[in-house]
């Protein structure tokens, strides 16, 4: 792992993303190195010649003068790293950056594959509506493995218990899902009590991972390679659509709402948790929210 430290002049950004006013990265690369990582375009903006998940730059800034700017703004901590891979346990960025805009009423929205986070639960219960995500997209271990270097899903699992029973707002983000592996309903029956909310997201080839998911299909799931090969091939959503209707029926067996569109800040703390379809094609967005605003 090639690390180095770098002198940055803002840690926080104004956001693109439809679901939070700032991104904050604490570091540029990732330890997890997952196979499907979507965030391995960062690399094309640095200086690394090495592959994705195999550096991380260390970022230092100035200290955060105004706080409350960032009051009733939702500030998304890790949308292009992991927060608390390996690495914060010896730099602390991550915590830093706590540490700096506590007393604020910032509203945090964090997401991690990892349990360090829970170094920090006191620190994380101190601003009003914090919520943390864990990625979650298989029970197999084995599977896992193949795919990322994070902890292992129990420990994630574990780690979501803790912070929903301290009161933080937690989120089960079971993505990507891989089609035909990844068991949405398992994990949901297993996750269901110790979460706010469940976030659903499939599986998105593109770039420089595509060739490395499908070979890895090729080898492990050859049975599969059929249903990916119409999928990411022939850009058929079938697979998507069928899942998307057996699902809303399943929310409604378990009692669950299926939405399109992530209220959990304004529901109470103790509301069942809420199935939110995030699917990329645009196609099935529109069908869906035509049918549950109908």
């Not at 493995?145 to 937690?170: C, N, P, Q, W, Y």
């Amino acid at each position: 792992m090639i690390v180095k430290e770098k002198q940055v002049k803002d840690v926080i950004t104004k956001s693109n993303l439809p679901v939070s006013d700032y991104s904050v990265n604490p570091y540029t690369g990732c330890e997890h190195a997952c196979k499907y990582c979507y965030a391995c375009f960062m690399k094309r903006f640095t200086n690394h010649p090495e592959d994705w998940g195999e550096f991380i730059d260390v970022k230092f800034w100035q200290p955060i003068k105004n706080p409350d700017k960032y009051n009733g703004k939702e500030l998304f901590i890790g949308s292009v790293t992991d927060p608390y891979q390996p690495i914060e346990e010896k730099y602390k960025r991550t915590r830093a950056l706590l540490e700096e805009l506590q007393g604020s009423k910032a509203i945090l929205s964090i997401a991690t594959k990892s349990d360090l986070v829970l170094r920090d639960l006191d620190l994380i219960k101190t601003f009003p509506n914090a919520r943390v995500s864990w990625s979650i997209n298989t029970l197999d271990e084995q599977f896992r493995s193949d795919m990322d270097k994070g902890v292992s899903i129990e420990r994630r699992l574990a780690a979501m218990k803790i912070f929903h029973d301290a009161g933080v707002r937690t989120t089960c983000f079971i993505s990507p899902i891989f089609p035909q592996i990844t068991d949405v309903k398992a994990i949901v029956e297993r996750a269901k009590k110790d979460c706010n909310i469940i976030w659903l997201e499939n599986l998105n080839l593109r770039g420089a991972f595509k060739s490395t998911v499908m070979a890895y299909i090729r080898s492990k799931y050859p049975r599969l390679l059929p249903v990916y090969t119409d999928i990411y091939a022939k850009g058929n959503n079938a697979y998507w659509q069928s899942l998307d209707n057996a699902l809303q029926s399943f929310a409604i067996e378990q009692g669950l709402e299926y939405k399109t569109n992530d209220d959990t800040f304004t529901r109470p703390f103790t509301a069942p948790p809420v199935m939110v379809n995030y699917f990329y094609h645009s196609k099935i967005k529109k069908s869906a929210q035509k049918r549950f605003t109908n």
